[in-house]
Nanobody, 116 residues
Framework: QVQLVESGGGLVQPGGSLRLSCAASRFTFSSYAMSWYRQAPGKEREFVAAISSTGGSTNYADSVKGRFTISRDNAKNTVYLQMNSLKPDDTAVYYC?????????WGQGTQVTVSS
């Protein structure tokens, strides 16, 4: 079945960096817009960043603009989220999502904890 598998989460100090990856399989990755969402304890899931199917267009939540960068490698069926200047408020489970006209797929999430 369709799989989206996130990795790269972990514990990092404020000001540090992490790079998340989301590996896709069993669907035509290059036809899907991809995005990252996050959910902190007790809060609703929120949009973080998105990238078009070709990678030519990106957009970001205001809270991460200038600190996070989304990218994709269609040859590797993988989308990335480079996170710099991390803050404690960035602590959350991060999910990737694939979306086409017909389908939407979610990964299982990876935990990011920003703490000293």
């Amino acid at each position: 079945q369709v799989q989206l598998v996130e990795s790269g989460g972990g514990l990092v100090q404020p000001g540090g960096s992490l790079r998340l990856s989301c590996a896709a399989s069993r669907f035509t990755f290059s036809s899907y817009a991809m995005s990252w969402y996050r959910q902190a304890p007790g809060k609703e899931r929120e949009f973080v960043a998105a990238i078009s199917s070709t990678g030519g267009s990106t957009n970001y939540a205001d809270s991460v603009k200038g600190r996070f960068t989304i990218s994709r490698d269609n040859a590797k069926n993988t989308v990335y989220l480079q996170m710099n200047s991390l803050k404690p408020d960035d602590t959350a489970v991060y999910y990737c999502k694939g979306r086409s006209v017909l389908d939407t797929y979610w990964g299982q999430g990876t935990q990011v904890t920003v703490s000293s």
